[in-house]
């Protein structure tokens, strides 16, 4: 259809039309579906807000909001709706700045020449979302008792306040020695890491490496509620006939680690991987060397932190200027 104005008359009229153009009108079922007419109220957020802030899932809380309302078609809004709704509500968490040191990435991969020994950083982001450093220590191993030293320390000059979650990769040993110091903090692993591990411990299965990070990925990040990862979980293990496998049974153990079905209530900030430690390993190698003697090292790596603290202020002043 195609429409003029005419100035003859002073009004607008239909110059063209071609009725094969036109597209059948949805039926009244489906009116509910369309995007101008769903919307979450104001009173509607306060019951899923409710809902999500006492574990209730997005499917339970919709299917509850489906009853309440007698049919879904009369609730207002679709479930995609109520998902959308709950992560953008995280998401304004963060840009309040309410997240700030509540999501720690810590890592040991960076090591120092003499000694071999690991340099473990303590990671997250500021309000710019730029990477910043919460503590560093040179260790001088690996095991539970330094860890313990390590967690413990960071507490006291963090005036005991513990983050909300914290990132690490798949290590036994750290892991006992978290719950142990930071019980209540929420531990996730670093799902590059477990990918990875997934590659090199499951190929023999998927054949191809597509095929594992396929398999794992949906169990990562697609699938949102607990009922529907364990039957997936079990429908695969079925499907390959890999029951037996351990590595698999200690990763379904370690679910509540990194599946998204049962860390989405858990606060990440958005983060789900220890890249940031990756990003800022590549920053060290840039101010460090492994000639270094360890007065220069740390000479060195008091020079990262003051840059990074001027751009920093470079960010502030640029955020006044605007």
Known sequence: MVITYDKTKAEYVVSKFVESHNHPFIIAEWSHMMPSQRRISSVQAIDVELAS?????????YELMGRQF?????????????????????????????????????????????GNRPFAIFLGMNHYREIAVFGAALMYDEIADSFVWLFETFLKVMSRKAPKTIIT?????????????????????????????AQKNLLFLFKRVEGVKKVISKLMFQIEEEDDFIREWNLMIAEYGVAGNKWLSTLLDLRHK??????????????????????????????????LILPEFFTHFDRLLSDKRYKEYEAEYGLVER
């Open 70 to 114: 007698d049919g879904k078609e009369s609730v207002g809004y679709l479930k995609v709706d109520l998902k959308n709704y709950l992560r953008t509500r995280r998401q304004k968490e963060l840009l309040y700045g309410e997240a700030f040191g509540d999501v720690i990435s810590f890592d040991t991969t960076y090591k120092v020449v003499h």
């Open 258 to 291: 990194w599946a998204l079905a049962f860390v989405k209530h858990d606060w990440s900030a958005g983060m789900s991987s220890t890249q940031l430690s990756e990003s800022f390993n590549g920053q060290l190698k840039y101010y460090l060397s492994r000639q």
């Open 53 to 61: 802030d006492s574990k209730v899932s997005a499917c339970n809380a």
């Open 169 to 197: 990769d798949q290590d036994a040993v750290m892991a006992k020695a978290l719950k142990q110091v930071m019980p209540v903090t929420k531990h996730h692993l670093c799902v590059w890491h477990l990918m990875n591990n």
